[in-house]
């Protein structure tokens, strides 16, 4: 078990790593120094003294690539990734601070909904083979979800926020009620987040429907469910403790291959809806050239995708014995 | 030990008239065809022929476990007075394992990888005795591998932790768990080696005579029959062509099938021969011939047989075989 685990956990240091390597050498190769854009921008009004200044605020230092890269280090884990260009002087912490709750609120929601329900969907559609939920369900939200999510995105707004004006498409809240613990603030985050949400889970679900009813239907064939029938088990045990136990092994890897596509879904899901979340300040930095605010914002994501993975591991760790013999 | 416990026969399963087949395509494929035999209480009935010969089916469909696209289409299979063809789902629920266990060709994939032993010994304790605590659950399943002979200790590990032989012994264990009449075993050995067979099999002689149940044996392999069996039924392309006391059937086979299929088998004690072994391959069963099954390979065919599919002939009262040569 301390085997497995730990080299997973090196795996994902040495994944970090190459992130922040690649996080520190990009803006630096890249053509166009913001320092210059600035400098340009400003017509005059920041001096070459100053800019120097602005420069070393911003953690870049003269100085041999070494020097610049420990002190790049030493940044990111005092928790120092400088101030935003574009929200000057407001620290990129505390903006990355502020619009990731709103997207973990729409990964954790739209992710629980789409993967209990396509998982649930897709074991009873393989244990019902060929059945009604089967012919229905699987076929129909596959289709839904062949849809690309941009393409889903932009009817889901069109149809349900504009057509029939039911939701709000844009914010994360009425900007006009106060931020608070009141019903009527939980309220408007609700609506405000419903059609995101929806979005996400008709494009999950029948992934999820799918990779479970396969993974089922392999299992199915296997010697122990037909033990566990002769052994006169009820028919949900058999499905559940025999087949689905069994059948969500490979679900949980294929998980764990595809948060990485599920947060970019999400981004531009961000986008679409003008969702206050990280996606929609990845926009707002990518056009307004803020590359401290880029560089944290990818950092914090590669961060995200990697603890997601991790929890994945674990969760293969608690559902396979087999991994746990040391 | 075979005259014996066949004389006071008392039947437990009678098997009457059982077809089983498969649907593929359009077409009907006939595995099982109208086989019926009995087992009688505390017996040891071996079902013997070669692959694909439609044992596995049978044995399955006994309890009605056959699965799409097998389809049980006519027969009865009574135990104690009831027909369990008949039986609604929930009946079949009880049934199962209360009275009649199996146990699966292979023991190295019919434990259920990520639950304990102890889990799958105690499911099907709880489901047919709920009343049980989880005190009296745990005395019972650390019993039961004490009796395969496996430690009780391991009872909380996991089937990839057990060598095949214990994942055996522990199948046996749970098949023993209700104390079934009846043990349906299908090919129990076949991924084993010999020594552990040996334990097995020796270990299983042991229980029956303790617990007295009846043993359906399901193998190819007429040597391991020979030490535990009371009776021998072989079958061919899904008929029943022979069935006879154990002794009759290694040294006095009547249809030509079974004497191939005994020659094929060397004989340690006696003197060395040339193994005969059976001309030809396994029939296809989409095309079944007019006559009998076995003509084209029978090295006793005669015109006759080319023409009719002879009957099951009464020999004597424990001896029946299929063959127009013996009538």
Request: hydrophobic share 45%; glycine share 8%.
């Given at each position: 078990m301390g085997g497995y685990l730990s080299s997973r956990l090196f795996y994902y240091i040495a994944a970090f790593a190459v992130a922040l390597t690649f996080n520190f050498l990009l803006p630096r190769l890249m053509p166009g120094d913001p320092f210059e854009i600035m400098f340009a921008a400003s017509q005059g009004k920041i001096q070459p003294a100053q800019l120097e200044v602005l420069k070393e605020q911003f953690g870049f230092v003269s100085g041999p690539w070494h020097v610049q890269f420990w002190e790049y280090i030493k940044g990111i884990f005092s928790g120092d990734l400088g101030p935003s260009l574009i929200y000057y002087p407001t620290p990129v912490t505390e903006i990355i601070a502020g619009s990731m709750p709103w997207t973990l609120l729409l990964a954790g929601v739209s992710s629980f909904i789409s993967i209990t329900v396509g998982l649930s969907l897709g074991i009873f559609a393989a244990y019902h083979r060929g059945g009604k939920l089967d012919s229905i369900a699987s076929p129909g939200l596959t289709l839904l979800g062949a849809f690309p999510q941009m393409v889903s995105a932009m009817l889901i707004l069109f149809l349900f926020g504009l057509h029939l004006d039911w939701l709000p498409i844009s914010y994360g809240y009425d900007p006009d009620i106060d931020a608070g613990w009141t019903l009527e603030f939980f309220l408007s985050v609700a609506s405000h987040a419903a059609l995101p949400l929806l979005t996400l889970v008709i494009s999950g679900l029948g992934g999820w429907l799918f990779l479970m009813r396969n993974s089922m239907i392999n299992t199915l064939g296997e010697d122990y469910i037909t033990m566990g029938k002769a052994k006169g088990l009820s028919g949900r045990r058999v499905m559940v403790q025999y087949a689905a136990r069994n059948a969500i092994l490979p679900v949980v890897t294929a998980v764990a291959l595809n948060i990485g596509f599920l947060v970019a879904g999400l981004l531009i899901i961000e986008m679409i809806f003008n969702y206050p979340g990280v996606g929609n300040m990845m926009l707002t930095a990518v056009s307004g050239r803020d590359y401290p605010l880029l560089q944290g914002l990818l950092l914090t994501i590669v961060g995200c995708v990697l603890v997601a993975n991790f929890l994945a591991d674990l969760a293969y760790l608690w559902l396979d014995p087999r991994l746990r013999k040391s | 030990m075979s005259e014996q416990s066949v004389k006071q026969s008392q039947p437990l399963m009678d098997i009457r008239g059982l077809s089983v087949e498969y649907l593929v395509g359009d077409r009907r494929l006939r595995a099982v065809d109208n086989v019926s035999f009995t087992i009688n209480k505390g017996e040891t009935v071996g079902l013997a022929g070669e692959s694909g010969c439609g044992k596995s089916t049978l044995a399955f469909a006994l309890t009605k476990l056959q699965k799409p696209p097998a389809l049980i289409v006519e027969g009865e299979v009574i135990f104690d007075g009831k027909d369990v063809l008949a039986f609604d789902e929930e009946e079949l629920r009880r049934f199962r394992w209360k009275e009649t266990s199996?146990?699966?060709?292979?023991?190295?994939?019919?434990?259920?990888?990520?639950?304990?032993?102890?889990?799958?010994?105690?499911?099907?304790?709880?489901?047919?005795?709920?009343?049980?605590?989880?005190?009296?659950?745990?005395?019972?399943?650390?019993?039961?591998?004490?009796?395969?002979?496996?430690?009780?200790?391991?009872?909380?590990?996991?089937?990839?932790?057990?060598?095949?032989?214990?994942?055996?012994?522990?199948?046996?264990?749970?098949?023993?768990?209700?104390?079934?009449?009846?043990?349906?075993?299908?090919?129990?050995?076949?991924?084993?080696?010999?020594?552990?067979?040996?334990?097995?099999?020796?270990?299983?002689?042991?229980?029956?005579?303790?617990?007295?149940?009846?043993?359906?044996?399901?193998?190819?392999?007429?040597?391991?029959?020979?030490?535990?069996?009371?009776?021998?039924?072989?079958?061919?392309?899904?008929?029943?062509?022979?069935?006879?006391?154990?002794?009759?059937?290694?040294?006095?086979?009547?249809?030509?099938?079974?004497?191939?299929?005994?020659?094929?088998?060397?004989?340690?004690?006696?003197?060395?021969?040339?193994?005969?072994?059976?001309?030809?391959?396994?029939?296809?069963l989409f095309n079944p011939p007019a006559g009998c099954y076995f003509e084209e390979r029978c090295p006793e065919s005669t015109e006759q047989c080319k023409k009719s599919d002879p009957t099951l002939i009464t020999l004597n009262s424990q001896h029946k075989a299929k063959c127009h040569l013996l009538s």
């Amino acid at each position: 078990m301390g085997g497995y685990l730990s080299s997973r956990l090196f795996y994902y240091i040495a994944a970090f790593a190459v992130a922040l390597t690649f996080n520190f050498l990009l803006p630096r190769l890249m053509p166009g120094d913001p320092f210059e854009i600035m400098f340009a921008a400003s017509q005059g009004k920041i001096q070459p003294a100053q800019l120097e200044v602005l420069k070393e605020q911003f953690g870049f230092v003269s100085g041999p690539w070494h020097v610049q890269f420990w002190e790049y280090i030493k940044g990111i884990f005092s928790g120092d990734l400088g101030p935003s260009l574009i929200y000057y002087p407001t620290p990129v912490t505390e903006i990355i601070a502020g619009s990731m709750p709103w997207t973990l609120l729409l990964a954790g929601v739209s992710s629980f909904i789409s993967i209990t329900v396509g998982l649930s969907l897709g074991i009873f559609a393989a244990y019902h083979r060929g059945g009604k939920l089967d012919s229905i369900a699987s076929p129909g939200l596959t289709l839904l979800g062949a849809f690309p999510q941009m393409v889903s995105a932009m009817l889901i707004l069109f149809l349900f926020g504009l057509h029939l004006d039911w939701l709000p498409i844009s914010y994360g809240y009425d900007p006009d009620i106060d931020a608070g613990w009141t019903l009527e603030f939980f309220l408007s985050v609700a609506s405000h987040a419903a059609l995101p949400l929806l979005t996400l889970v008709i494009s999950g679900l029948g992934g999820w429907l799918f990779l479970m009813r396969n993974s089922m239907i392999n299992t199915l064939g296997e010697d122990y469910i037909t033990m566990g029938k002769a052994k006169g088990l009820s028919g949900r045990r058999v499905m559940v403790q025999y087949a689905a136990r069994n059948a969500i092994l490979p679900v949980v890897t294929a998980v764990a291959l595809n948060i990485g596509f599920l947060v970019a879904g999400l981004l531009i899901i961000e986008m679409i809806f003008n969702y206050p979340g990280v996606g929609n300040m990845m926009l707002t930095a990518v056009s307004g050239r803020d590359y401290p605010l880029l560089q944290g914002l990818l950092l914090t994501i590669v961060g995200c995708v990697l603890v997601a993975n991790f929890l994945a591991d674990l969760a293969y760790l608690w559902l396979d014995p087999r991994l746990r013999k040391s | 030990m075979s005259e014996q416990s066949v004389k006071q026969s008392q039947p437990l399963m009678d098997i009457r008239g059982l077809s089983v087949e498969y649907l593929v395509g359009d077409r009907r494929l006939r595995a099982v065809d109208n086989v019926s035999f009995t087992i009688n209480k505390g017996e040891t009935v071996g079902l013997a022929g070669e692959s694909g010969c439609g044992k596995s089916t049978l044995a399955f469909a006994l309890t009605k476990l056959q699965k799409p696209p097998a389809l049980i289409v006519e027969g009865e299979v009574i135990f104690d007075g009831k027909d369990v063809l008949a039986f609604d789902e929930e009946e079949l629920r009880r049934f199962r394992w209360k009275e009649t266990s199996v146990v699966f060709q292979s023991a190295m994939n019919c434990l259920n990888p990520v639950i304990s032993i102890n889990q799958q010994i105690c499911d099907v304790l709880r489901v047919h005795n709920p009343a049980m605590n989880r005190g009296e659950l745990q005395d019972r399943a650390r019993e039961l591998l004490r009796i395969v002979g496996i430690h009780p200790d391991r009872l909380n590990q996991y089937p990839h932790q057990f060598s095949g032989g214990m994942r055996q012994r522990a199948v046996l264990a749970i098949s023993l768990a209700l104390k079934p009449q009846l043990i349906i075993m299908d090919e129990p050995t076949t991924a084993l080696d010999v020594v552990v067979e040996r334990e097995i099999m020796d270990q299983l002689s042991e229980l029956k005579e303790q617990f007295g149940f009846s043993i359906l044996l399901i193998s190819h392999d007429l040597s391991l029959m020979g030490e535990i069996t009371d009776r021998i039924a072989v079958m061919y392309a899904g008929k029943l062509v022979e069935i006879a006391p154990t002794e009759d059937v290694l040294f006095r086979p009547q249809h030509p099938y079974t004497k191939g299929l005994v020659n094929s088998f060397p004989d340690l004690l006696g003197e060395k021969k040339e193994l005969t072994g059976i001309a030809g391959n396994p029939m296809n069963l989409f095309n079944p011939p007019a006559g009998c099954y076995f003509e084209e390979r029978c090295p006793e065919s005669t015109e006759q047989c080319k023409k009719s599919d002879p009957t099951l002939i009464t020999l004597n009262s424990q001896h029946k075989a299929k063959c127009h040569l013996l009538s």
